[in-house]
Every structure is written in C-alpha cells, then in structure tokens.
C-alpha cells in the first residue's frame, strides 16, 4: 500500500519501532507503521474534540456560576442554603450584610447559630418541617445578628439532587422590621377605625331608638291621659252612685231619697257615663293602635313582603318623630289612603322617619317652619311604582354635598348630632326594596327628599 508523500514525517520509522519491529519485512514493517499512525492521528482528534468539548463546556460553566453568583448577589433577600443536618453550605451577600458576617463566618455553622433565642420559628422546627418534605411559607424568624435579632419572613424548600435525593434546605429570608412596623401600625389604624365606625353605628341606632321611644312616649301620652281623666271622672261617679245606692237599700223612703239623688247629682252622672266609657274605650284603642304600629314598625324581622298602607306608615312616623320635639311644626300630610307599597313597613317606617327626622333637624331655628308629605301613583311604563316626597322649608342641601349626602358616615352636623349613618342606611333599604331614594332641592327652597317604590294593587 503507498504512503502518501505528504506525511514525510513517516519516511524515518521510530527507532523502537525499528529495534521491536526487526525482524519483519520492509514492507509488513510499513504498513503495521502507518496503521499505528493513523490510529495515533485518530486518538489525537478525538483528543482534541474532547478538549474543545470540554473547554466550552467549562465557558459555560462558568456562564452559570457567574450567573448564579450574579443572582445570588444581587438577591435583596437573605439567602441561606443548609444541608439536611441544617449545617450551613452557602450564604449570599445580603445573608452576610444581615449578618454582619462574611459567608467563612457563617459556612459550616449549625443553623441554629443563626437564629435568635426570641425566635418564633426555631431551626428545629425548619428541620422538621423539612424533614416531612413540606415547605416554609411565609414564617417569621428572628435572625440572630451582629445588631441584635433582626425579624424576617421566611420561605424555605428542600434541595434535592438530579436523582431527585433530598440534599438540603434553601431558605430565603425578608427583613420585616419596617414593613411590619408600617403594616402593624396601619393594622392598628384600621382597627381604630373600625371600631370608631361601630361606636358610630351603635350610637346613630342608640339615637333612633331613643328617637323612637320619645316619639312613642309623646304619642302615648294622649290617650293615656284621656283614659285616666275618664277613669277619675268614673271613680267619681260611682263613689256618688253607691252613696245613693245605700240609701236606697237602707230604706230611705220618697222626699229623702229625692234629696240624695239631687245632692249627688245622681242624674247627671247617669248621663254623663256612657260618653265617659266611651271616651275612655277610645283613648284604650289608640293607646292599642300606637303599640300594634310599634310592634309593626319597629321590629327587625325580615318577614316576607306584604303589601301595605303607606298612609299609615307615614303618619305614624311623623306623629313620633316630629310631633314631639318640634311642636310648632306646621305637617302636611297628604298621602291617599288605600296608597300601598310592596315591602317591608317596619323597614319603610324607619326609612320615613330618617327623612322627617332630618327634616326637622334642616328646620331648626328657622323662621317658618313646614313640612310636606305627599304621596301619589306614579305612572309610566314598566312596574307600577308609588312615590312618597319629603319637602321641609329648610335651608335645602347645598349643590356640593348633593351628591354626597348618602354616603355612609356623610354629615354637615355637628359632633353628637348627626353620625351620617341615617341616609346610608335609608337608601339601602330603599334598595332592597328594588326602590328608589334620591335627594333635591325644590325651586321654592328646601330638600325633596323622593322614596320611590313597587306599587301594591292598583
Ligand atoms: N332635609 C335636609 N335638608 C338639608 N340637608 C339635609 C337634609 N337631609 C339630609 N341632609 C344632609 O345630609 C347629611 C347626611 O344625612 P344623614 O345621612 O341622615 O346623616 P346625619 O343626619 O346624621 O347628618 C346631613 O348631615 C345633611 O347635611
Ligand atoms: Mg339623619
């Protein structure tokens, strides 16, 4: 077989070769000579593939651990890698400036060195929850550093290898000094807040029931003082009646008898009875009537819808409402009867009594003191709806707070009197009736206040 004359580094053959291979013919020796070559020229090759291979893969290597090393680095988060004995294996820069520590001082250390005694997560609680494969999130720690314990929140995983072998902990760490400061004080803000919102609830209902039960005293008032002037007129006449009723059964006989049933007026008590019974039967049934209508309106319960009297819900919340505190107070009441609503009355009672109570707080101190109550059929397309309008002679709502007055906790008046509650909680209402309860101005002065809802039957 030729050599080709290109390779005449082959045209002197090694000595050894020569010396081992002496024997051979000249032409077995040159042929065995170049198949050690080539095959000396192949290892070669692959020798340099591999050292190709190999140094792009260390370029890459290095690629990632720059990277790694970069990420680490520039990590804001405390980072902290253990093995499953919790002894420490890498820490990153901002573990080291946590605490105050270079990584040699912190590699090779128990975790438990790490963490505070005031701690609330221990390492042995890290490594028992690690130790079930289960992950730390969000726990707080106290890390235990050059500058005192230095609370963090924690989020930790188990490592594990490519064979999917568990070989260590991660844990990431982000100080929560500030951040908790700051969450803690606005924790506190709000639950002030809250609270103080509660307080505000619990007064403005507190007021309406006191509203309530001075309206409902005022009211009762009447009747009770009729039935009680009737029963001391009673008490009177039967005091005389049984005087006579004595004499007749003690035997008193014709001009003598005559003279008691003269002297006791025994003629005008007769006739005076049955229009004192009466009066008194009546001042009973108003009192009756005044107890039905607070049993009706003032209950919370949410029975189902019925179809009821707006007449009756209207007149009884101005009779409690602005009857008592605002005497002079000229009402005009103008609501049909037989005008009815679908609802809740109890719920629609307490929505009028909001608005003539907020009525008779815009008349306060005013000249000329009305309040107008109409109520009609409003007619239109889609459901047949009702509307019940509530115009005082006030100084009105100003046009900027308009659009603001239903707002919970919205209020022009002046601590302890208003609580801004009233109109948010009437429109609410209002809106679980499917109604409506909008706020103007009339042209002539004064706030319309407008409840609109499904009508009952026509
Ligand atoms: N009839 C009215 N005339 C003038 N302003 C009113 C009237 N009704 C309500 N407002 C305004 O709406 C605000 C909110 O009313 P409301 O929710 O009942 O709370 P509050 O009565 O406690 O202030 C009142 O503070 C007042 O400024
Ligand atoms: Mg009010």
Redesign the pocket.
């Given at each position: 077989m030729p050599v080709s004359g290109g390779k005449d580094f082959l045209a002197e053959p090694p000595l050894a070769l020569t010396g081992a291979g002496a024997d051979f013919g000249a032409v077995d020796a040159e042929e065995a000579w170049i198949a050690v070559i080539r095959k000396m020229d192949e290892a070669y090759a692959e020798l340099v593939r591999q050292q190709v291979e190999l140094e792009a893969k260390n370029a890459a290597l290095e690629e990632a651990q720059g990277f790694i090393a970069g990420l680490l680095g520039s990590m804001t988060d405390v980072l902290v890698a253990c093995d499953l004995s919790g002894r420490v294996e890498q820490v990153n820069l901002a573990a080291e400036r946590a605490f105050g520590q270079l990584a040699e001082g912190l590699v090779g250390r128990p975790l438990a060195d790490l963490i505070d005694a005031s701690s609330p997560t221990t390492a042995a609680d890290v490594l028992a929850t690690m130790g079930m494969r289960q992950r730390i999130a969000d726990r707080e720690f106290t890390l235990a550093t050059t500058d005192g314990p230095l609370p963090v929140a924690v989020n930790g995983a188990v490592r594990f290898d490519p064979r999917g072998r568990a070989v260590g902990i991660v844990l990431v760490g982000r100080p929560i000094g500030e951040l908790r400061a700051a969450y803690h004080e606005l924790a506190q803000a709000h639950e002030h807040l809250k609270r103080t919102q509660q307080q505000l609830v619990h007064s403005e209902k507190m007021a309406s029931l006191g509203r309530l039960v001075a309206g409902v005293a005022h009211e009762l008032n009447n009747p009770i003082s009729f039935v009680y002037g009737n029963a001391h007129a009673l008490k009177r006449y039967a005091e005389r009646l049984i005087a006579y009723l004595d004499q007749v059964h003690g035997g008193a006989n014709g001009p003598a008898l005559a003279k008691a049933r003269g002297d006791l007026r025994i003629d005008r008590a007769l006739s005076d009875i049955p229009a004192t019974l009466s009066g008194m039967l009546e001042g009973a049934e108003r009192v009756r009537d005044i107890v039905a209508d607070l049993r009706r309106f003032s209950s919370d319960r949410r029975e189902a819808r019925e179809v009821f009297d707006l007449a009756g819900v209207v007149r009884s919340a101005v009779d409690w409402v602005a009857k008592s505190q605002m005497p002079d107070l000229a009402i005009l009441v103008d609501v049909p009867e037989g005008l009815e609503a679908v609802g809740h009355p109890g719920h629609i009672h307490q929505v009028m009594m909001?608005l003539v109570q907020?009525?008779v707080?815009?008349l306060e101190g005013r000249p000329e003191r009305r309040l107008e109550i109409t109520g009609a059929r409003l007619d239109g397309p889609g459901a047949p709806r009702v509307v019940v309008r509530v115009r005082?002679s006030?100084?009105?709502?100003p046009e900027d707070?308009l659009g603001r007055?239903f707002d919970p906790f919205?209020?022009?008046?002046p601590v302890g009197k208003?609580?801004?509650?009233?109109?948010?909680i009437c429109y609410r209402i209002v809106e679980e009736h499917e109604g409506r309860l909008e706020a103007t101005n009339h042209p002539d002065g004064g706030?319309v206040?407008s409840l609109i809802l499904p009508a009952g039957r026509p």
């Open positions: 909001n907020n009525a707080d815009a005082d006030g100084p009105g709502i707070i007055v919205f209020t022009t008046k208003g609580t801004g509650l009233g109109l948010s706030a206040f």
